[in-house]
Each structure stands twice: as C-alpha cells, then as structure tokens.
C-alpha cells in the first residue's frame, strides 16, 4: 500500500489533490473551538492547501506525509524560507509555520507529539483500507490529548463502487466505531455527489474524550 502512494506522486496521478480550500475546512473550523496558537496535526497531508488555510489562521501545522515528492512540490510551491532537520526516524521540512515530516504515520510517537491540540483528516481515513483504519484511529487517539478539536472528512462511493479504491469508501456507521471509542463524534452535514465521480463527502467534528472535555 505504501509502495503504491508513493508511485502515485511519482506519476503525478494525484487527482485526490484539491487545488483549492477544502470548503468545509472554511465553514467549520472556525467552529470547532481550537484557540488561535494550538498546534494541528494533518496525517497524510499531501502537499494540501488546506495546511496553508491554518497556517494563515494562526495554527502551527505539522502535517506527516510518506511521499517525498509530495512534500518538495509543497515547499516549492510555496513562498518563505525553508529548513530541513530530522526528527528520527522523519526528515522534516519546515516552511512557515509549516513543519512536514517524511515517514510513516504509524511511527510518529506520543514524545514527538507534545504541542499537538488538535487535528484536521481530508485525506488519511480515506487512503486507508479496512484492515488499516482501526489502527489509524486507535493511534490517532493516542496522538491527541484530552479536549484536542478535530475536523474529518469521510467519503462514501456510489453505489455498485463500493469496493475500489483509494480513496475508499467509509461509512458514517463506521466512522462512529472507529472514533466513539476516543472521541465525541458529531455529524455536521453530507454534501452533494461530486460531478463525475459519485463521491459524497460527511464532515464530522471529533473531540479526545477526557477530563478537560
């Protein structure tokens, strides 16, 4: 699987690339109560425009991304001065308030994740197959301290294309049982089909159950 995502930036068939805002991220974050300063974690980040959206809404962002090529295009695409230092076993790539860190999701640790209050996910449930998205919840919640704010994005396919993927579909059944166990799950709003596609994406508002909830 990872050898595939990889390939697929190599290629350039990165058609999961939005070249614009995420417009739920626009509608709903403000929302979600994360102070202005709070750190957001963006797991499988791509080089998504969604990381500069916080950035300029005053959140530092530290988005994990296992291509490299994604993460060059990013930076290149960018404006500001850019450093590169390793955070083992991550090369990270810092641009802004940008930090993006190269390696597998799986393996960025709790120490590594101290500042991090809060998280955004347009894009990592959904590159995951069903085997794989137990694990991501459950390490997603270990990444996140009690209180900490989060926006999901899911997808469902059309019918008859239920099957394919990435991006995979995911139902709101079982966004609720991968998240309920850690979180507060509310449901925000399903969107429309996407012309062409048949997708149609659920936002959610998730927050780390815990004492300061």
């Known amino acids: 699987m990872a050898g595939q995502w990889v390939d697929r930036w190599r290629e350039g068939r990165i058609g999961f690339h939005r070249s614009q805002v995420h417009p739920a991220l626009m509608q709903y974050w403000p929302l979600l109560g994360a102070r202005p300063g709070t750190k957001v974690l963006v797991p499988l980040c791509g080089k998504s425009l969604d990381m500069r959206w916080l950035a300029r809404h005053d959140h530092p962002v530290l988005g994990i991304e296992l291509a490299e090529e994604a993460i060059e295009q990013f930076v290149a695409e960018g404006t500001g001065e850019i450093s590169r230092y390793r955070q083992e076993p991550f090369a990270v ?36 197959p069903p085997a794989t998205r137990q694990r991501y919840a459950f390490h997603l919640g270990q990444l996140t301290p009690p209180g900490a704010r989060g926006l999901l994005i899911s997808l469902v396919r059309a019918p008859g294309d239920e099957g394919g993927g990435p991006p995979f579909s995911v139902t709101a059944d079982e966004v609720r049982e991968l998240f309920e166990p850690n979180f507060l799950v509310t449901h925000l709003e399903d969107g429309q089909p996407e012309e062409g596609s048949g997708f149609r994406e659920s936002v959610w508002a998730l927050v780390r159950r815990g004492p300061a909830v």
């Open 93 to 128: 790539c810092r641009q802004g308030s940008v930090e993006l860190w190269c390696g597998d999701f799986f393996h960025f640790h709790i120490e590594q994740a101290a500042e991090i209050g809060a998280f955004y996910d347009r894009g990592a449930l959904i590159a995951l």
